[in-house]
């Protein structure tokens, strides 16, 4: 792990996998990261604030991950990496997940170290 502090944000309907991947990357010394439950809610935080790093879930009331996506893609520069972490395991939403920019798409329940691997190679390629 190198020497940068990256800035995460995490996006997930679900407690017990925001949870789980706000724990993962605090075990890795990581400690700048934002949490949200609620989509619209990031959304305000992601407009605003520069995040190296985005764990995104894809299914979630009011603004789904896709949604999300399509944002940033539109949004201003620099755009953030993207994680997305998902229960729906369909290969039609991974494909449109990294065609819409995802670098990685881990189906739940995911292996940590595969999780932390890919983490630790977004943090390397952050200028």
């Known amino acids: 792990m190198n020497n940068k502090k990256p ?3 995490v996006i997930d309907d679900d407690r017990a996998s925001l949870a789980l991947v706000k724990a993962t990357l605090s075990r890795q ?3 700048n990261i934002d949490v949200f439950l609620d989509a619209q809610e990031a959304q305000k935080s992601y407009q605003v604030k520069d995040y190296d790093i985005l764990i995104l879930d894809l299914r979630m009331p009011h603004l789904n ?3 999300i996506l399509k944002e940033l893609q539109n ?3 620099p755009t953030p990496s993207v994680i997305v972490v998902t229960a729906y395991a369909e290969p039609e939403n991974t494909s449109k997940a990294l065609k819409l920019g995802a670098k990685k798409v881990f189906l739940k329940p995911f292996e940590i170290g595969d999780f932390v ?3 630790e190679i ?3 390629d952050i200028d």
């Open 122 to 124: 977004l943090v390397d």
């Open 117 to 119: 691997k890919e983490v």
């Open 65 to 67: 991950g896709f949604e």
């Open 29 to 31: 010394q990581y400690d």
């Open 7 to 9: 800035k995460f944000l």
């Open 75 to 77: 949004s201003r520069e």
